[in-house]
């Protein structure tokens, strides 16, 4: 197993309805230009004594600002799959959710810039690369295929 601090959970947050699937992703707030306002996959780092399910839990009560993001994991919700990426072992969750929930949350300011919809065919088409940090475009490198 990797060292704690290379453990990350993250999630892709499938939003489903309104004619077409988007992915719910985090604008980055970063003093790295080559990271600040970019795009990202929500979650964070394990700390100690963390279970892949409590970090993604977390993290989701610190980004999202309502709850209601971290409310709507099921009980029993597992990771999709793990692997290393960008340089950490990676548990990416994944959870579908519908529009009226996406367009109710807010994302906490001292967390992100924001949130954005994205479609999720230019994700799997790789056409935000360039909008992307590099570990979410090591993530994809990993998992898109499982993820689309």
Do not use: W
Not at 18 to 38: F, I, P, V
Not at 42 to 69: M, N, Q, S, V
Not at 116 to 142: C, G, H, P
Request: glycine share 6%.
């Amino acid at each position: 197993m990797a060292d704690l601090e290379d453990q990350v959970a993250k999630i892709c947050v499938r939003v489903v309805g309104a004619g077409n699937e988007r992915c719910l992703m985090a604008r980055k707030r970063s003093r790295d230009s080559a990271k600040h306002d970019h795009l990202e996959f929500l979650g964070g780092h394990l700390d100690e004594g963390d279970t892949p399910l409590a970090a993604i839990r977390r993290e989701l009560e610190e980004e999202e600002a309502t709850g209601a993001l971290a409310a709507a994991l099921p009980s029993d919700f597992a990771p999709l799959a793990d692997a290393r990426a960008g340089g950490a072992h990676h548990y990416l969750f994944y959870l579908e959710i519908d529009s009226d929930l996406a367009n109710s949350l807010e994302a906490d300011a001292e967390e992100s810039l924001g949130f954005r919809l994205v479609d999720a065919n230019d994700l799997q088409n790789r056409e935000l690369d360039d909008q992307l940090t590099s570990r979410t475009r090591a993530i994809l490198d990993v998992f898109g295929d499982t993820l689309f």
